[in-house]
Structure formats: C-alpha cells, structure tokens
C-alpha cells in the first residue's frame, strides 16, 4: 500500500508517522512518499520518519520529493496537510481582522476566509494531478477550511473525504473521563466543521445508552474548563460545543484577549523552530513530547482509521468525517459538506441519521453553510464583490461597514496570493 503526503514537510508530520508506525497491522503501509517544496524542511522530517518506523521495526519505505507528479504516482491515498503562506500567512490571519473588532483566526471569520481563498485553488490544482496520476486514490483532507476545501473537491468529482481532529479528541476526553475504553465511546457528532455540538454521549455505538447528562453533572467544571467557556453555558445548551463555537459564544471576550497576548501563529512559529532543531538531531527517533503543543492530537489515529477504512477488504468502519450531506440535515442543501458520524468502506462514507438539530444549532449552521457556498464562490471565481459578500454573509462579522474594511484588509494583505487582487 503506498501513501502520499502532500505536505509532508509539515512539523505535523512526525505524529502521523509514528501513528503509522504503531497501527501497522490496521493499515499496512509499504511505501510512504513525502511531498513539499521545502526541500530543506523535507529531508529533514523524511529522515525522521525513516528512523521512527526503524526504531518501532516498521518495514515501510519512506521516500521524499518536491516532484508533487511523481510523489502521488500509483498512490492508494494522498493526505492534503498544507498551509499556503506558511506560519507568515497565519499570522495575517490571526492580526487583521482585530483591526476591525473582529475574531482574528486561521479556520473561521475573516481568516478563515483569506485561508480558503489562498488554498482552494492548489488544493484543486494538485487533486487534478492526483487524478491523472492515480485515478483510483482516495484524497484525504485534512488541510483547514477542511469544511470549504472537502467541498471544493467534492464539488470537482474528486475522491475526496474530509478529517479534522475535534471529534475524535473530544471522544478520548469523556472516555477519560468516564473511565471507559475511547472505543466504548461514540458521539452523535452534528454540524459542520469547527461548528459542531455533541448530542449525545453514548456507550458501545450509535445506539448504544447515552451518558451525556451524566457527563455534564458529573464533570461539567471540567468540560467547560476545557472548552474555556463559563459552566453556565454548558447547562444552558445541554450539549457539548466544541472548543470553536467559543469564538461565536464568547466572541467580544475572545477579541480582547487576542489583542492583549501574542498570537497563536507566533508561538507556534517559535515551537516550529525549536521542533525542526529537534528534528535534525540524528539521534531522535520517535516524536518529541514537544509536538504535543503543536496541535492535532490524535490525527494520526483519526487518519489511519480513515485510510484503513477507505482502502482495506474488512467491514465499514464508523467514523467523523466531512462529506455531502445528502439529506443528512434535511434544512441544508444536498451538496452542503457536513461534519457527522458516518459508516466509511470502500465506496466513501455514507452519513448515520443523526438526531434532530434544535433550531438554537440549526440557526446556526444554516448560516455558516450558507457563509461556506458564498466564500466557496469567491475562493473559485475571485473579485471584490464576492469576498465582500461572503464576509456580509458569516455571523462573526454580519454587518456592511465591517465587512467592507475587512475585505480591504483581506485583499491588500493577500495580493501575492491571489492573481485576480
């Protein structure tokens, strides 16, 4: 079985190698090319790879290039994990839109927009070349707006799944929590990506008792500690959001705080060099604790169910992941792109019926996907008018004044990325 990962110069990448390197017999990888333009960066990380999997007697090839064509060449999968603009970029993201009183981040808000428009049109780019190349590879997105960029590929007729870590880090906290195994936990996971609410806590499977009121009366201080939201809210909601409806939620206190502290993209620029020193260590061979920080916890677990799923002869496996609604949220278009539990095989996942979404949840999403289907336009077609529009159109921003210098902001500070600027 051979893997490509387009990105594979990300300091993210360690924690998937060593997921590989432990879940081998769930998806028995034998060779696994990375693929960056950071030649430098690459050697690097590929020479870490190589001596994690020594290090766990993992038999897998590793092989890196810049060669995007020649990496994903017979390739059974291809993880997207790229970030255009780097941390650099990133950092824009995050400081600009606070200019204008707004929630400054790299997923969602204005952002989340500037990060869409610099990346749907490579992501593209490059799942053409995977189509020439390996017409029968499954891509697997886990490059953030993961919500826009899964439907842009989806919308493109590609092979495409959508993965983010949420869900499957919120399933090991409340089995943590209830003393369970994180198998015996699954969630009635429902909206859209970095909008979800846990609906229901449920032990053994999609029909099995849910603990969920029992979770929050016994350790909702805990719960909401981790979410960084007042208790109060959890015991208005009687569901667990996850850690992003905090921007929403709590948005004035959350735009202070970040004009008063540096940036997550400074730090983790800063952790990013003290990783890749670490990394160039040839004595290293397994994933330092400090990549913990780093983000993505448990993406390698995440992503190698997924692989497993899509390309192994057993049974449909259940899993989070982002693909078409299909009726799934009957208020949202068919072709919307949604985050829910579904049954994953050979032929792609297919949504679980999901419970029905109170019109406190439901609100909101249709709001956001309608935001998502205009951002997508802009992201595909380009021009002033359309980012404008799909600024007006998402709850964090909302009104005509702000969207109007956000859109200024966004494109003068985006201009090296966006031809048609």
């Known amino acids: ?172 906290k409340f089995a943590a929590l209830l003393g369970l195994a994180p198998a015996d936990i699954h969630l009635d996971h429902v909206g859209l990506n970095h909008l979800t609410w846990e609906l229901g806590v449920r032990r053994g499977g999609p029909d099995g008792e849910d603990l969920l009121a029992d979770l929050l009366a016994a350790h909702g201080e805990a719960v909401a500690a981790d979410l960084r939201l007042p208790r109060a809210v959890l015991d208005r909601l009687g569901v667990v959001p996850s850690y992003y409806l905090r921007y929403f939620y709590a948005h004035d206190e959350v735009v202070r705080e970040m004009g008063a502290k540096p940036s997550r993209a400074a730090e983790v620029a800063a952790m990013e060099r003290e990783l890749l020193a670490l990394y160039a260590d040839p004595a290293l061979d397994e994933k330092p604790a400090l990549l913990a920080k780093r983000g993505g916890a448990f993406y390698s677990e995440a992503a190698v169910d997924l692989a497993a799923a899509l390309l192994g002869d057993g049974g449909p496996a259940v899993q989070v992941v982002n693909t078409l609604n299909r009726g799934t949220l009957p208020f949202l278009p068919d072709d919307a792109v949604i985050e829910v539990q579904a049954r994953v095989d050979g032929s792609g996942p297919v949504p679980l019926p999901v419970p029905r979404l109170d019109p406190l949840y439901a609100g909101l999403v249709s709001h956001v996907s309608a935001y998502e289907d205009l951002a997508l336009d802009a992201a595909l077609r380009g021009g002033r008018e359309r980012v404008a529009k799909a600024l007006l159109a998402h709850p964090l921003v909302g009104r005509f004044d702000v969207a109007e210098g956000l859109t200024d902001r966004l494109l003068a500070h985006n201009k090296e990325y966006l031809p048609w600027a």
């Open 1 to 172: 079985m051979k893997l490509a990962v387009v990105g594979g110069g990300s300091t993210y990448t360690p924690e998937l190698i060593d997921g590989f390197a432990r879940l081998r017999d769930t998806l028995p990888v034998s060779e696994l090319v990375l693929i960056d333009p950071a030649a430098q960066r690459l050697e690097l990380i590929g020479g870490l790879a190589r001596r994690i999997l020594a290090r766990q007697g993992h038999p897998a090839r590793v092989s890196t290039t810049c060669d995007l064509d020649a990496g994903v060449a017979g390739a059974d999968a291809v993880l997207l994990q790229l970030r255009i603009g780097g941390q650099a970029a990133r950092l824009q993201d995050e400081t600009w839109p606070l200019e204008c009183g707004c929630v400054g981040q790299e997923t969602t808000g204005a952002g989340g927009l500037a990060k869409a428009l610099r990346t749907v049109p490579v992501v593209l780019d490059i799942a053409e070349r995977v189509r020439r190349a390996s017409p029968d590879a499954w891509i697997i997105d886990f490059t953030n707006p993961v919500g826009i960029v899964t439907r842009a590929l989806l919308q493109a007729g590609h092979k495409a799944v959508g993965l983010c870590n949420v869900a499957i880090g919120l399933q090991r």
